[in-house]
């Protein structure tokens, strides 16, 4: 409600802030039509339309009608769509009619935005105020998670940009445990998974903003991903023959039921109400299967073949399931390591038919994917990383960032890509945040073997 007043509010004062500097007779003045102000997400991008703001003027045509921003937006920029890195200072009334006025937000951290302008047909002017509102989607802040050696870390990154390491040490007076593999958020907790050196792996339910535990759930040998679904979660295990455990997100209880699923089962992701499952093999990387569990009736329904040792997968804008295979390794002549039938698998979820395509020079046994925020483009670790197209039929041979990565993660709000460096298991590692041109904006200095970012709203 304080956002409806504030809102109306400003919009009252465009209104009010309206005056003419001329009372020519001959001239028929310039009226405001509309001023609506805009609504928009976090980080997102909107066309200002002829419905949002018009400026009226009887004896001129729209092109005639010039505007010029006066002050402009803090938070954001005006732009033409003909050319959306630019920021422009004048634009016209037939601008807005043929849709090309368009506001970008830059994904800070802000409720509201707005631009000044005076507008003139060259005899008459009138001033005003542009309202933006910035919707509620927005980050809050950031987890990375940090797999270290003796005990791993989270450090928080907030929305200035400040990073606090240690944060879970610092909230709860103890370490996170050995080996975390993974983490997730939903509305109430942040979920981290830890497997430890003695096999006795669990969960840790925490306060989502302060990491404050607020459970620890036990019984898992070897856990290594999870999803959040609706109410429930769902737990990759095992390093030999594995199985997907079930959690009651109401209740915060294991359920009995358990699905046994391929050898070294590790990333998972849901498309058309089913569970895919990457079977990566383990520690003797003897599996190329994803498993399809139906979540109706909570059993496997199909298991489909894709390159060997699935590491990590994603979810496109067709529902289409890709999978970054790390492929068999061979430490015969170590520490140069090779490997064989590494690549990238895309499952069509239609007829579970498989396209794959060979990664030649793999980097290791890290092989993480991401996805671009509408879904269609896919950003994948090898020897670099590289962006392919949804609808490509080949690998690009073209490097977006010539630099290995540990982990990739894709911001759900700038786009922008956040990327863990890690030098070893004692050394602090970096999140370094790429724009989607492979333009590096920024660094932060995290824990030892950073693997992950969590971004919570």
């Known amino acids: 409600m304080k956002k409806l007043i504030r809102l109306s509010f400003a919009l009252l004062t465009a209104l009010l802030l309206v005056t003419s500097c001329s009372e020519d007779d001959e001239n028929i003045p310039l009226e405001l ?9 976090n980080g997102e991008s909107k066309v200002i339309t002829e419905e949002e703001l018009q400026i009226t003027d009887e004896d001129n045509d729209e092109v005639e009608i010039f505007y010029t921003v006066t002050q402009a937006p803090e938070n954001g920029m005006l732009v033409l769509i003909d050319d959306e890195t630019t920021s422009i ?3 016209t009334q037939q601008d807005i009619t043929d849709n090309k006025l368009e506001y970008i937000h830059d994904g800070s ?11 003139t047909d060259g005899e008459t002017v009138l001033t005003g105020t542009f309202v933006i509102s910035i919707g509620e989607k927005q980050i809050n802040h ?15 990154i907030d929305v200035a940009g400040n990073v606090t390491n240690n944060y879970f040490k610092a909230t709860n007076g103890i370490e996170l445990g050995q080996y975390p593999e993974s983490i997730a958020v939903n509305d109430e907790y942040a979920f981290i998974v830890v497997t430890t050196g003695t096999g006795a792996g669990y969960i840790l339910v925490v306060d989502r903003a302060t990491l404050e535990v607020e459970k620890t759930i036990s019984g898992l040998s070897y856990p290594r991903e999870i999803v959040l679904l609706e109410n429930k979660a769902y737990i990759s295990n095992g390093s030999g023959e594995g199985v997907v455990y079930i ?11 358990s699905i046994a699923v391929g050898h070294g089962p590790e990333k998972m992701v849901v498309s058309n109400n089913k569970l895919y499952v990457a079977n990566s093999g383990g520690w003797s990387n003897d599996d190329n299967t994803v498993s399809v569990i139906n979540l109706n009736t909570l059993t496997v329904e199909n298991t489909i073949t894709v390159k060997s040792c699935p590491k990590d997968m994603v979810v496109d804008a067709d529902g289409n399931v890709w999978v970054n295979c790390g492929g068999v390794p061979d430490y015969s002549n170590y520490p140069n390591v090779s490997y064989t039938d590494a690549g990238l698998s895309k499952i069509n979820i239609e007829d579970n038919s498989v396209v794959s395509w060979e990664i030649a020079n793999p980097s290791g046994t890290v092989k993480n994917i991401a996805i671009s925020k509408d879904k269609t483009i896919i950003y994948y670790l090898a020897d670099a990383v590289y962006a392919m197209d949804i609808t490509a039929t080949d690998l690009p041979t073209t490097k977006l960032i010539d630099k290995s990565f540990y982990g990739i993660d894709v911001h759900p709000v700038t786009d922008k890509l956040w990327l863990c460096e890690s030098v070893d298991a004692t050394t602090a590692g970096k999140v370094e945040v790429y724009l989607a041109n492979g333009t590096k904006e920024t660094e932060y200095s995290v824990g030892a073997m950073p693997n992950s970012s969590v971004f919570v709203y």
């Open 33 to 41: 039509g509309i001023n609506t102000g805009i609504i928009l997400d």
């Open 89 to 91: 200072t004048t634009f």
């Open 109 to 119: 951290f802000t409720e509201s935005d707005y631009f000044e302008y005076s507008v």
């Open 142 to 156: 950031v987890f990375v998670l940090n797999e270290g050696n003796s005990t791993g870390s989270v450090s928080l």
């Open 247 to 257: 959690v009651d997100l109401k209740t915060l209880t294991m359920n009995s039921t």
